[in-house]
């Protein structure tokens, strides 16, 4: 089974709809982020979460939220989506105090189309 | 401000050797990424420099150089399914943030 998981995979809503996607992960990682990928921009940070009870905004915040519910769940919604949030999204985590890295690892990703 | 800088496309023969720069600038710099990643697929871990100096895993090693801002991607005896976007990322600030470059997309030919 894959650590980090990512539901729905592929969403097609309209212009004003409020959307929620999910992430869980079985790592037992700490650390959750949210990022969007867009084409010849590379990743891009919304939200990022070092636990349950703390949320921080990434470098793209605006039109997004987030919950953290466990510390196996990170769940991003977008209130009202519009066009110019299509993207492809993923979720990742880490855990800074496995080794000296805190690298990320990703789940497979929601790709999102509003139109 | 931060920036990372990588070239957008790379084309390579199977079986040949390329390298893939990195250049970036960014405050607060801890450590330096690399990750692989297929089209539509999440991107995978491949390898990470904190030192100056080369980090060589099998087919795949990675250099930095702290003072020049500058990190290079190496693959030896290329594959098809080398064919990927690699993207470069920067470490930095207290929190350990990661800063994405655009990814370089490499295509291998036969």
């Known amino acids: 089974d894959a650590d980090v998981t990512q539901t729905p995979r592929n969403r097609i809503t309209k212009t004003g709809k409020r959307i929620m996607l999910e992430c869980s992960q079985t790592?037992?990682?700490?650390?959750m982020y949210w990022y969007r990928q867009d084409p010849g921009l590379g990743l891009r940070l919304i939200y990022y979460?070092?636990?349950?009870?703390?949320?921080n905004k990434g470098e793209i915040s605006d039109g997004y939220s987030v919950s953290r519910q466990a510390q196996a769940k990170f769940s991003l919604s977008l209130e009202s989506a519009i066009p110019n949030q299509t993207a492809l999204y993923f979720c990742?985590?880490?855990?800074?105090?496995?080794?000296?890295?805190?690298?990320?690892?990703f789940g497979p990703g929601t790709r999102l189309t509003v139109l | 401000g931060q920036n990372i800088d990588q070239p957008t496309e790379m084309t390579a023969t199977e079986g040949a050797i390329v390298q893939i720069n990195c250049t970036y600038q960014t405050s607060g710099f801890n450590g330096l990424f690399w990750y692989q990643q297929h089209a539509g697929e999440a991107p995978t871990f491949l390898s990470y420099?904190?030192?100056?100096g080369l980090e060589e895993k099998g087919r795949f090693s990675s250099f930095l150089s702290r003072s020049k801002g500058y990190s290079y991607l190496l693959l030896k005896e290329l594959q098809m399914k080398d064919s990927a976007s690699y993207l470069c990322?920067?470490?930095?600030?207290?929190?350990?943030?990661?800063?994405f470059g655009t990814g370089t997309r490499l295509q291998v030919f036969p």
């Open positions: 420099n904190v030192l100056d």
């Open positions: 990322a920067a470490q930095a600030g207290r929190t350990d943030k990661l800063i």
């Open positions: 979460s070092f636990d349950v009870k703390d949320i």
């Open positions: 990742a985590t880490s855990d800074p105090l496995s080794g000296s890295t805190d690298t990320q690892y």
């Open positions: 790592k037992g990682h700490d650390r």
